[in-house]
């Protein structure tokens, strides 16, 4: 069987801490990298945390892009997952961009059906 769906984790490193901590920037941040990503967004919900990070979802009809951000180590950690023709690339790029990132390391994942641990 091929892959159902790609998940790609992305960890952004040497943001903007002030970037990272703001809510409505993170926010505008993850809807316009699903939008440049082609994806079609459903909703989303985003929560500042205090006195730390924002932590969010965007729901997208291809699956979702989700983040959660430490400003106090000037790190992001992103899952976008997709089961659809979504350009990943160009929305983490647009998001790296948004919050200032310095390095970017990621995790590339294909998804379904996993095999079982056997024991």
Known sequence: MT???HHLLAEFTGCDATALADLQLVTDAMLRAA????ARVVTHSFH????YGVS????IAESHLAI???PEHRFAAVDFFTCGQVDMERGLAMLKQALGAEGETRLA?????LKPITV
């Not at 939008?35 to 082609?38: C, F, I, P, V």
């Not at 969010?56 to 729901?59: K, L, P, Q």
Request: aromatic share 8%; no cysteine; hydrophobic share 40%.
């Open 3 to 5: 892959a159902l769906g």
């Open 35 to 38: 939008e440049a990503s082609g």
């Open 48 to 51: 500042h945390f205090s006195p």
């Open 56 to 59: 969010g979802a965007v729901i």
């Open 68 to 70: 959660h951000t430490w």
């Open 109 to 113: 994942l294909e998804r379904g059906p």
